[in-house]
């Protein structure tokens, strides 16, 4: 699986959007990816995924570049309940293992 | 989270004494995961599993068993606990190819003293 690079930390101010950047400049063709949140002490909680094109759910979206090369994800209205790790994953699909990093802190301020 | 649970939530026990922690699901879904979470190494794989009876090893499995007796449980055992096993476990559950997607568990605080 490739690599995946991230910020450390980010703040956000509640109500505005979080945009939350990942580089994978090493991504294959056939690797998706993935983001993943965990809030303080709960496990991990899936957001979104995608390939080549941008996607959007009732959560966020996933802006793809057309290189494929990095990707953000777009949290539009940040509620304080958005303060978590979130984590930019790729992996090919069938793959039996997510590779988590260190993801990045997303702290929203009130 | 709803259809996958995990016990206990914390347990302390002491060096030597083998542990069994547990995760069920009524999701029907054939994958399950083991995963460890520690500061600064993010959560890493221990064991998974693809089938009842069909288990398989992650990056960090010395230490740890796994059985898959039923599709609705993963056991995990530490056979013999050690103070680097303190950590926090989390289980987690997938379907492919109908759902990529992995559904964790809340966790299990594991301390050994």
């Known amino acids: 699986d490739a690599k995946t690079t991230q910020p450390p930390s980010m703040d956000c101010a509640e109500g505005r959007a979080a945009n939350l950047p990942c580089n994978h400049s090493?991504?294959?063709?056939?690797?998706?990816v993935y983001w993943y949140r965990q809030i303080h002490s709960q496990g991990p909680q899936y957001i979104i995924h995608g390939l080549k094109n941008n996607e959007t759910n009732e959560m966020a979206s996933l802006i793809i570049t057309e290189d494929r090369k990095s990707s953000t994800l777009i949290l539009p209205h940040a509620t304080l309940r958005d303060t978590a790790v979130y984590y930019c994953i790729v992996r090919l699909t069938g793959a039996n293992n997510l590779f988590f990093g260190t993801g990045t802190r997303l702290t929203v301020i009130p | 989270d709803a259809g996958i649970t995990q016990s206990p939530r914390h347990k302390v026990t002491e060096t030597g004494t083998p542990v069994t922690l547990r995760c069920h699901q009524t999701e029907n879904h054939r994958y399950m995961y083991w995963y460890r979470q520690d500061p600064g190494h993010g959560l890493r794989l221990i064991h998974y599993s693809y089938g009842v009876k069909d288990t398989d090893k992650g990056e960090v499995s010395d230490g740890y068993s796994v059985s898959r007796s039923k599709t609705e449980d993963f056991l995990l055992t530490l056979e013999s606990a050690t103070s680097s096993q303190t950590s926090v476990y989390f289980c987690a559950i997938s379907d492919p190819p109908a759902n990529y997607g992995y559904t964790f568990g809340s966790g299990t605080r594991l301390t050994v003293v």
């Open positions: 090493t991504i294959s063709g056939n690797e998706y």
